[in-house]
């Protein structure tokens, strides 16, 4: 049974997840247990209406830095500069356009506004950090995501132009390959596969956190 949250600032072993990764719901988006999560690798993901659900998937979808893919096409877009890569200069910006923009596949956002209040919270404290992606003085793509130690946590992304997004990324990964020993993508998607990204165990997953 998924176990719900209470006050107090807690979440249940990660073995306890579901087969589908929910571990828990109910409880808060506060800034003490949005970190208290991301700590033990946990992060919330639920449809406005709903209770907060906060996951533990196993096996986690992750990029090791050093195994970035880089087709040649996307070699040559980068080359050209085609885009202009900034960080957090436009972070609510970046989590609006992941909020509105429309993904194949889903109905709506799982972005609600309580969500994106808290994020913005997380990155007023330092913690959370956005990449942005212009073009000709337009944002065309980014993401966020959540500073752990020597992990990167990503939430969402988002292109208005083609290979926007994955130009960002790319850079970023490349930028931070010393930085960052892990990209934690979450949950399986074709774009980052294609970039290079794949799956580890969920006791793996955790060894990079607690390093």
């Given at each position: 049974?998924?176990?719900?949250?209470?006050?107090?600032?807690?979440?249940?072993?990660?073995?306890?997840?579901?087969?589908?990764?929910?571990?828990?719901?109910?409880?808060?988006?506060?800034?003490?247990?949005?970190?208290?999560?991301?700590?033990k690798?946990?992060?919330?993901?639920?449809?406005?209406g709903?209770p907060?659900?906060?996951?533990?998937?196993?096996?986690?979808?992750?990029?090791?830095?050093?195994?970035?893919?880089?087709?040649?096409?996307?070699?040559?877009?980068?080359?050209?500069?085609?885009?202009?890569?900034?960080?957090?200069?436009?972070?609510?910006?970046?989590?609006s356009?992941?909020?509105?923009?429309?993904?194949?596949?889903?109905?709506?956002?799982?972005?609600?506004?309580?969500?994106?209040?808290?994020?913005?919270?997380?990155?007023?404290?330092?913690?959370?950090?956005?990449?942005?992606?212009?073009?000709?003085?337009?944002?065309?793509?980014?993401?966020?995501?959540?500073?752990?130690?020597?992990?990167?946590?990503?939430?969402?992304?988002?292109?208005?132009?083609?290979?926007?997004?994955?130009a960002?990324?790319?850079?970023?990964?490349?930028?931070?390959?010393?930085?960052?020993?892990?990209?934690?993508?979450?949950?399986?998607?074709?774009?980052?596969?294609?970039?290079?990204?794949?799956?580890?165990?969920?006791e793996?997953?955790?060894?990079?956190?607690?390093?």
């Open positions: 049974m998924i176990k719900r949250l209470t006050d107090e600032l807690i979440f249940p072993d990660y073995s306890e997840a579901n087969p589908d990764g929910i571990l828990a719901y109910g409880g808060d988006l506060s800034v003490e247990r949005l970190k208290l999560a991301y700590r690798g946990i992060f919330p993901w639920y449809n406005p709903e907060i659900l906060w996951w533990f998937p196993d096996p986690r979808f992750v990029l090791y830095p050093e195994e970035l893919k880089v087709s040649k096409s996307m070699t040559k877009i980068l080359r050209e500069n085609i885009f202009e890569i900034t960080e957090n200069h436009a972070f609510e910006e970046v989590i356009n992941c909020q509105k923009i429309f993904r194949p596949g889903q109905c709506g956002t799982w972005i609600t506004n309580e969500m994106k209040a808290a994020y913005l919270e997380l990155h007023r404290i330092g913690i959370a950090k956005s990449v942005e992606v212009w073009q000709n003085d337009e944002l065309v793509g980014g993401f966020y995501g959540i500073e752990q130690k020597r992990v990167f946590c990503g939430e969402s992304m988002f292109a208005k132009v083609s290979n926007a997004s994955k960002g990324f790319i850079c970023f990964v490349r930028k931070y390959q010393k930085r960052y020993e892990l990209i934690d993508c979450q949950v399986y998607t074709p774009h980052l596969e294609s970039l290079g990204a794949g799956e580890i165990t969920a793996e997953f955790l060894r990079y956190l607690s390093e």
